[in-house]
């Protein structure tokens, strides 16, 4: 185990987090603003208490951000495979490929001691048991992963190199660490976006006036995470490309995926938009190009325009030139698993559904008899007042407490007026 230990260390005591080495430590202790930033704003922080709150906030996640889960493949089979998280965060894919996949040794790195406790814990909700799970703390100013050369078949990172001071040489390092049959699935912000273009540019800038001063590319940074995010940075996808081309991987770019925030936002303003002269050239003219799909999704020149811009990167170059294709060929068979894995999850989350809404059809019909029965009893109960206030007797009766209530009235008057001594304050007329 210890030899083919990515870190190259043995595990120590019983928390997910080992410590960094000294090395390592040096660099974490030159402390950027990036990490004090992201040692204080934990992303979706939420302290759950069971393991099913924790599932479905994972399930919410791919609910919010439509085409997510597709777009990223979260989460594949990875059959007896070293994952790394990188930009782990409070641990939402560590607690997903640790729950889904088949993967042998997951491993979360992040820059934040508190997000990497929060995923500890969350972890431990599971049951999820150091070892097949590690966390390492790392620095943004760090010049290396500590991670071996060659030693991971899979890079999950999610929303985190446009925060980063030096993404080119986290992407060498990813294809440093990567083996040659080596994946990874890259998330960074996409600038094609309905984020920047209808929601910062128009919604915040021009009818919220928010952000006083600053273009809509400069607004974005502050209005994605948190105002005060040190670093927030959006990419067109050539780009994007370039820059992974450059680290040494072949990169296919499959389109951003959506949030709610930028449907609802399409929703409200896409046309108050179009029509609004103070809106900008640039803005104006990717808002007129947007066409939707099927489901109502907008695709900008045939990507989807979201903020999620998703990037698959491959490192068969570097095998042998001569293995380039087996290379290829046993990546194409890997994702191949991942995608039936992915299909049998969706298969499972639409029984899901199925037996929900079985269930909720069921309470309905209940209420709905229970709804039924309170109606009939609410008649019979007005048939047998009418019935009983017909009766010749309580005719009289009725008369008679319309008598007395009248008696009580004159004499709460007359105490009132000082007609009559202070006992009888302690009569009180009887409710009606
Ligand atoms: C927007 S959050 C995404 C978290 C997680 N990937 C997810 O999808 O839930 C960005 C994360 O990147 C981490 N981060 C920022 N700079 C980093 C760096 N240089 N190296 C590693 N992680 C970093 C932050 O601490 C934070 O947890």
Known sequence: MAASDPTGRIGMGQSHLIEPSHSATSAARQRTLVDQYWEQHV????????????????????????????FTGLYGRHEGEIILDYGCGPGNDLVGFA???????????????RALDLAARR?????IVRGRVELLLSGDSAE??????????FINCQGVLQHTSRPQELLREFYRILKPTGRSVVMVYNQDSVWLHLYTAFEKLLRDGEFPGLDAYAAFARNVDGVD??????????????????AGFHTDYVGAYLSKTELDSLDRSLHMALGDPRLPAAHRDFLKTLVFDTRGYPLHQGYHAGIGGVYRLYCW????????????????QTELADVRQQISQLETYCATLQARRDEIQDRCAELQRRHADLERAVEDLRQWQERVRSLPGVQLLLAIRRRILRLFAQLRNAVGRGQIGSSAHRHSAPEE
């Open 229 to 246: 995010c040190p670093l927030a940075r959006c990419y067109r996808h050539e780009d994007f490309i370039r820059m992974c081309n450059e």
């Open 123 to 127: 972890l431990s909700i599971h049951g």
């Open 144 to 153: 290396r992963i500590m991670l071996k050369d060659d030693s991971v078949d």
């Open 43 to 70: 992303v979706c922080s939420a302290d759950f208490s069971t393991s099913r709150e924790s599932e479905e906030q994972l399930q919410w996640r791919f609910e919010w951000y439509p085409l997510f889960r597709e």
């Open 99 to 113: 729950l889904y996949s088949r993967a042998k040794r997951i491993i979360g790195v992040d820059v934040s001691r």
């Open 317 to 332: 170059n570097k095998a042998p030139e001569e293995q380039h294709a087996l290379a290829r060929e046993a990546v194409v």
